[in-house]
């Protein structure tokens, strides 16, 4: 979309780490703090980590396509 809209590329780059970036631990600490379900925000920081890696590596990849 950042593309198609004229976005520069180094934009788009930093959008894309952005997506692939895994979230954050102050979700933990937050839902603590608000009475939340703190076993599943901490296995939601987890698993959002380990998918990070794939999460990265195909941003990365998308992007270079597009590159000058």
Known sequence: LLY???SQILSIKVAAILLGAPAATVSVIMSG???GD????SSQVTV????????FC???Y???TIGP
């Open 4 to 6: 198609h809209a004229g």
């Open 48 to 55: 959002s980590t380990l998918v990070s890696a794939l999460t």
């Open 38 to 41: 703190v076993t599943f925000a």
């Open 33 to 35: 703090e608000m009475n």
């Open 58 to 60: 195909f941003w990365t």
């Open 62 to 64: 998308l992007v270079g």
